[in-house]
C-alpha cells in the first residue's frame, strides 16, 4: 500500500515565523510532489510543486525534496495569520496519493 | 468565470435514493476527476478521465458511475445511497494526463441521513 504521511497537526505558530510542514512516502518510483492549501470549508489549492532534490523557493514558500529520505517539506516564511490552513502533501507515481493534512494556525 | 464549477454544493438525502453530482470546467483541460474527501480531510481519489475516457477506476463500489458526455463535463451518478457516502466530493481538472497540477471544483457535501 503505498502511503503519504504526514503529521495532522494542529501545528500552531506565532505570526512572522517560520511553519515548517513535513511529509514521508513509502514510493521510492514516485516523481513528482505537491503541496495544497485547504481552507476550512474550501476546496484544494496547488500551492506548490517540486520535481528534483533541494529546494524550490516561491515567495515565502520553500519545498524541500529528498528523495533518498522519501522526505518532502514546505516552509513557509513570515507566517502570517491568513496562512491558517490545512495543508496537503501529494506524491505522484502512477496516481496522485494525498497524506491527511496538517493543520496550521498561525496565531497574532 | 469559474474554472471548475460542481453542482450542487450541499446534496441532503435519504439511504436508499440516487443522487446526481454535476461538474463542468472551462479550463480547456484534457484530464478530469473525482476525489473523495472524509470527514478526517483524508483526499482520495475516485475516478479519472481523459478526453472523455476512463483512466482510473479506483475501488469504488460500482453504485457510483461516472459520466463523461465531452472532455469539459463530468458527471458522477450515485445508487442506493449509504450513510457511509456521507463525504465531499470534490471534481477536479488537470491540464493533460499525468500532470497532477490539480484544479478543484468548490466541493459537493453530501449527507446521507
Known amino acids: 500500500q503505498k502511503e503519504v504521511e504526514q503529521n495532522s497537526g494542529p501545528l500552531s505558530v506565532p505570526e512572522g515565523a517560520i511553519a515548517s510542514l513535513n511529509c514521508t512516502y513509502s514510493?521510492?518510483?514516485?516523481?513528482?510532489f505537491f503541496w495544497y492549501r485547504q481552507y476550512s470549508g474550501k476546496s484544494p489549492e496547488l500551492i506548490m510543486f517540486?520535481?528534483?532534490?533541494g529546494d524550490k523557493e516561491d515567495g515565502r514558500f520553500t519545498a524541500q525534496l529528498n528523495k533518498a529520505s522519501q522526505y518532502v517539506s514546505l516552509l513557509i516564511r513570515d507566517s502570517q495569520p491568513s496562512d491558517s490552513a490545512t495543508y496537503l502533501c501529494?506524491?505522484?507515481?502512477?496516481?496522485?496519493?494525498f497524506g491527511q493534512g496538517t493543520e496550521l494556525s498561525v496565531k497574532p | 468565470d469559474t474554472a471548475v464549477s460542481q453542482t450542487p454544493k450541499y446534496l441532503v438525502t435519504q439511504m436508499g435514493n440516487d443522487k446526481s453530482i454535476k461538474c463542468e470546467q472551462n479550463?480547456?483541460?484534457?484530464?478530469m476527476y473525482w476525489y473523495k474527501q472524509d470527514s478526517k480531510k483524508f483526499l482520495k481519489i475516485m475516478f479519472s478521465?481523459?478526453?472523455?475516457?476512463?483512466?482510473i477506476n479506483e475501488t469504488v463500489p460500482n453504485r457510483f458511475s461516472p459520466k463523461s458526455p465531452d472532455k469539459a463535463h463530468l458527471n458522477l451518478h450515485i445508487n442506493s445511497l449509504e450513510l457511509g457516502d456521507s463525504a465531499v466530493y470534490f471534481c477536479?481538472?488537470?491540464?493533460?494526463?499525468?500532470?497532477?497540477?490539480?484544479?478543484f471544483g468548490s466541493g459537493t457535501q453530501l449527507s446521507v441521513l
Open positions: 477536479a481538472s488537470s491540464q493533460v494526463q499525468g500532470d497532477e497540477k490539480l484544479f
Open positions: 514510493d521510492r518510483g514516485s516523481q513528482s
Open positions: 517540486i520535481y528534483s532534490n
Open positions: 501529494a506524491v505522484q507515481g502512477g496516481k496522485l496519493i
Open positions: 479550463l480547456g483541460h484534457d484530464t
Open positions: 478521465y481523459n478526453n472523455k475516457e476512463l483512466i
